[in-house]
T-cell receptor, first 117, second 114 residues
Framework: QQQVKQSPQSLIVQKGGISIINCAYE??????FPWYQQFPGKGPALLIA?????SEKKEGRFTISFNKSAKQFSLHIMDSQPGDSATYFC????????????????FGTGTQLKVEL | GAGVSQSPSNKVTEKGKDVELRCDPI?????LYWYRQSLGQGLEFLIY????????KSGLPSDRFSAERTGGSVSTLTIQRTQQEDSAVYLC????????????FGPGTRLTVL
């Protein structure tokens, strides 16, 4: 059972355009929703995250929109740049779920973003 | 400062052999996670360590997988009698106690089982 569904699988955007990646989740107990950015040969790096008590969070060119009733959240990259070309993963977790207090991140399958000049 | 390091970066092995993958977390991070990233899939949680406490092994896919953490720092993931379906990138992450939200990932070990 895939608890976090991500779309699209791949995305091509022109430089300066808006990139939008969507995720939907099933488990209403999730209380933390991060987005990770991964470049080839590197591990994922935390980009931006949101908790369900707010509907939007913005950090620079990156914005998360969150719709609790629809169980959906999305990443918007404004003014997309070639340097943004990477794989993006959404994830969800329940804070402290793991024995010892850790967060088990449940990931989407990733979106390969390519920003063209 | 140094990030999470993993070794080897690549490992090719034959079916049936045992392999050991190593993770060095960020200094001072008491929490350590192992995830697996299979081709075309998202990351899948395997195991979690917090300090010297007993690990949360709820994500291990079979009893061929095990992990240990020595001295609350370095961790080793062992896969016994490897199978072709074990081929994946194995990622390690660490975080500070009390801040489980922010996990810092290493570059991973790419395991190929022939």
């Amino acid at each position: 059972q895939q608890q976090v569904k991500q779309s699209p699988q791949s995305l091509i955007v022109q430089k300066g355009g808006i990139s939008i990646i969507n995720c939907a989740y099933e488990n209403t107990a999730f209380d933390y929703f991060p987005w990770y950015q991964q470049f080839p040969g590197k591990g994922p790096a935390l980009l931006i995250a949101i908790r369900p008590d707010v509907s939007e969070k913005k950090e620079g060119r990156f914005t998360i929109s969150f719709n609790k009733s629809a169980k959906q959240f999305s990443l918007h990259i404004m003014d997309s740049q070639p340097g943004d070309s990477a794989t993006y993963f959404c994830a969800a977790s329940i804070r402290g779920e793991l024995t010892g207090g850790g967060n088990k991140l449940t990931f989407g399958t990733g979106t390969q973003l390519k920003v063209e000049l | 400062g140094a990030g999470v390091s993993q070794s080897p970066s690549n490992k090719v092995t034959e079916k049936g052999k045992d392999v050991e993958l190593r993770c060095d977390p960020i200094s001072g991070h008491t929490a350590l996670y192992w995830y697996r990233q299979s081709l075309g899939q998202g990351l899948e949680f395997l195991i979690y360590f917090q300090g010297n406490s007993a690990p949360d092994k709820s994500g291990l896919p079979s009893d061929r997988f095990s992990a240990e953490r020595t001295g609350g720092s370095v961790s080793t993931l062992t896969i016994q009698r490897t199978q072709q379906e074990d081929s994946a990138v194995y990622l390690c992450a660490s975080s500070l106690w009390g801040t489980p939200d922010t996990q810092y990932f290493g570059p991973g070990t790419r395991l190929t089982v022939l």
